[in-house]
Structure formats: structure tokens, C-alpha cells
């Protein structure tokens, strides 16, 4: 099995070969050439992001600056707006359903590291599965870790570090994110 595959499979794997190497290095090329792009060259930029993150649905938006690690691990559904400044570190799959708004300066981690240290000095890592359902709004500079899954119609409040699942129907924050409200899913403001 190649580093990629153990990578994209959430098993340990060393980053500093040279397929792994190449393709962040593709990317990093990707998102600068895409956070210079004159935001009215729409046509250009949407280009970009689709060889970026190939697999989306229709209108995904994202302002730049944004960064990520490989891109293909990004799954976007559809209808999607990301804000200024978001991270996305991308060695495994990353899933945002249909309907999410992303405020700025969020950072969405997959990438993960042993605990003993032995072991983490010989700079092997992992990763851990993000999934983010629909009709969800994460609230600015929120933290998002490996593992997460956050529920559909959730709300994550502004500056919240969410290190656990979060259920369909709440309005979490904090650090760590915890719930504070459960929501109606009638209208309301």
C-alpha cells in the first residue's frame, strides 16, 4: 500500500515522499494562483477550485486567501460560501453537505499526530474524517479537529474549538464546543 493510500485511508503514514510531496506542492501552486485571481475573473477561479477540489456540487463559493493541504479529500455539496482566511488540512476526507455557510477564518483540521513522542518524532502521521452535514453555519475563527462530525442544521458559534461530534439541531460553542441550545426546526430568529 502506497503512503497515499494509508494517508486518504486515516492509517499512519509518512507525508515526505515524493507523490505526497508533489501533490501538496501542486496545491499550495493551486491556492496561491487561485487567492491572486481578481475576484470578478469568476469563470477563472471557479476553474481553479474545480482542479483543486474536484468533487463539489453546484455554487461553492470561496473568498480568499484560502488554503489546503491536497484539495481532493474536500467534498462540497452544493450551494456552499466560505469566508476570508479558511484552512482546510485535507489528508483525509473532509465532507461539507449542501447549504453550509463558513465564516472567516476557520480552520478545518484532518491531520493528526501520535501521542508518544517517540513515535511522533519520526514525523509519521494520521488523519481522522471531518464531516459537516447540511443547512450548517459555522460561526468565524472556529477551530474544527480531526474526527469531528457535525450534525445537520447545527450552528457553531464564532470562535468555538470543536473536538467532538455535535448533533443535528443545536447551536454549540466554546472551547471545547458544547451545546448550549437545541433548536426548533421551525422558523425563527
Known sequence: MTEKEKMIRGELYMGSGAELS??????VRLCREYNAIDPVEKGKRSEILK???????????IEGPFFCDYGYNIHFGNNVYINYNCTILD????????????????????????VQWKQRATRIEFGKPVFIGNNVWIGG??????GVSIGNRTIIGAGSVVTKDIPDDVIAAGNPARIIKRLDTEYSL
Request: charged residues 10%.
Open 22 to 27: 508533489g501533490e501538496h506542492l501542486n496545491s
Open 51 to 61: 482542479e483543486l477540489c474536484p468533487v463539489q456540487g453546484d455554487n461553492v463559493h
Open 91 to 114: 489528508v483525509t476526507t473532509v465532507t461539507i453537505g449542501n447549504d453550509v455557510l463558513i465564516g472567516p477564518s476557520v480552520e478545518i483540521y484532518t491531520a493528526a499526530h501520535p
Open 141 to 146: 475563527n472556529t477551530t474544527i479537529c480531526p
